[in-house]
C-alpha cells in the first residue's frame, strides 16, 4: 500500500483527501515508477482546490510533474532503477499524476534525469523550469542576446518567472521583472532582476506601438500585459508567450508585426518533441544559477498540498513549491 492524494467530485464540489492505494489501483500504462518528488504551480493549485475546471474525469491523483525511479518497465528504453523525470502530457488532469508514493506513465512522455542532476533539484525546476529554459531558447533562436538590450518577464514571482529571470540573469542579460506584488522586490533582486516594474501599470491597455524598451519579452500571464511587451518590443524582438493565467484573448494589433518585425513565439512544454525537451533539461543543469534553487522554491509534504494549494491561488506563494513523497 502507498499514499495518494486523491480528488473526488460530489454534487458539483471537488474534495481532495491523502488515501491508501495499493499498485493495483494504478491505471495500466508502460513504467511503473516511485515517485521521490512533484510540484505544486498554478493549474494544480485550480485542480486541487476545485476553483477551476482542469480536472473532467473523477478520481483524479492530481500533480502535472514527478521524478522518481523505475520499478518495472514493458519498453525498453527504461529499465529498474533507472532516474527519471516527467512534465506535461495531460498528467494531472487527464491521467493520474505525480501526488501518489507511485504512478504507472506511458514511456514516451518520460525523460531520463540528466546526469548530475538529482531529483530534488529536479522538481525545484519542474516543469515551470522546463517552460521557463524552453522560452529562452525561443528568444536565443530569434537572435536575441544580452548585448541587443533588456529582457522583461512577466508574472516574475511565480514557478516559469522566477526560473526565467535566474536563466536571463545568469546568461547575462539585463533584466526587468513584472510583479503584482510589492513585497517580492527583494526576491526579484535576489534572483538577478535589475528593474522592478508593477503589473497594474503593465496592464494599462497600449496603443498599437509604444516606445520600444525590449530586446525580448517573456510572458506567463496573457490578454492585457502581453499586447503591451507587444507594443513595447524592439525592431525584430522576439516576444516567447506560454502562459494563459490572465486570459486567452490579446487586445493587440498587426501593427508591431508588420512596422517592427516583431515576433510572437508560443512555447508549450506539454507537446514539445523529445530531443527538444532533452536538451532543455540539459542547459538548466548548468545554466541555473545553483543558488537561486534556494530562492525558488519550497519543500512540502503530500498532506500540506490542500493548503497550499489555496495558498497558490490565492497569489500568496512566490516561486516554486516542491512535493516530498518520501516525507
Not at 499514499?3 to 511503473?32: F, H, M, R, Y
Not at 473532467?56 to 523525470?85: C, H, Q, W
Not at 490579446?250 to 512544454?269: A, E, H, K, W, Y
Request: charged share 20%; glycine share 10%; with cysteine.
Amino acid at each position: 500500500m502507498f499514499k495518494a492524494l486523491v480528488l473526488n467530485q460530489n454534487e458539483g464540489k471537488t474534495t481532495a483527501a491523502v488515501e491508501q492505494l495499493a499498485i493495483s489501483d494504478l491505471p495500466e500504462e508502460d513504467v511503473l515508477i516511485k515517485v521521490d518528488y512533484s510540484s505544486l504551480n498554478y493549474k494544480d493549485g485550480l485542480a486541487v482546490t476545485g476553483k477551476g475546471k482542469i480536472i473532467r474525469n473523477f478520481p483524479m491523483v492530481p500533480g502535472i510533474d514527478l521524478v522518481g525511479t523505475v520499478e518495472e518497465s514493458a519498453d525498453a528504453r527504461y529499465t529498474k532503477g533507472d532516474k527519471v523525470v516527467l512534465t506535461g502530457w495531460g498528467v494531472g488532469e487527464n491521467y493520474w499524476g505525480g501526488y501518489s508514493q507511485y504512478a504507472r506513465l506511458k514511456a514516451d512522455w518520460l525523460v531520463p534525469l540528466p546526469k548530475g542532476m538529482d531529483p530534488i533539484r529536479t522538481m525545484q525546476i519542474g516543469t515551470a523550469g522546463l517552460t521557463a529554459m524552453l522560452c529562452v531558447m525561443a528568444l536565443e533562436e530569434g537572435g536575441v542576446t544580452p548585448e541587443r538590450g533588456p529582457v522583461v518577464v512577466s508574472g516574475a514571482a511565480g514557478g516559469v518567472g522566477s526560473v526565467a529571470v535566474a536563466i536571463l540573469s545568469g546568461l547575462g542579460y539585463t533584466v526587468a521583472a513584472i510583479t503584482g506584488r510589492a513585497e517580492t522586490e527583494g526576491y526579484l533582486r535576489a534572483l538577478g532582476a535589475s528593474e522592478i516594474l508593477s503589473r497594474d501599470e503593465m496592464a494599462q491597455p497600449p496603443r498599437p506601438l509604444e516606445k520600444q524598451k525590449w530586446a525580448g519579452a517573456i510572458d506567463t500571464v496573457g490578454d492585457t500585459i502581453l499586447a503591451r511587451m507587444i507594443a513595447e518590443t524592439d525592431y525584430s524582438g522576439v516576444v516567447a508567450a506560454c502562459g494563459l493565467a490572465a486570459s486567452f484573448k490579446l487586445p493587440s494589433t498587426v501593427m508591431p508585426f508588420i512596422l517592427r518585425n516583431v515576433r510572437l513565439q508560443g512555447v508549450d512544454s506539454v507537446s514539445c518533441p523529445y530531443e527538444r525537451r532533452t536538451n532543455a533539461w540539459q542547459r538548466l543543469l548548468t545554466q541555473l544559477p545553483e543558488n537561486a534553487l534556494g530562492e525558488i522554491a519550497q519543500i512540502i509534504a503530500l498532506d500540506e498540498v490542500p493548503d497550499y494549494a489555496e495558498k497558490i491561488t490565492n497569489g500568496q506563494i512566490q516561486g516554486r513549491v516542491v512535493i516530498d513523497l518520501n516525507a
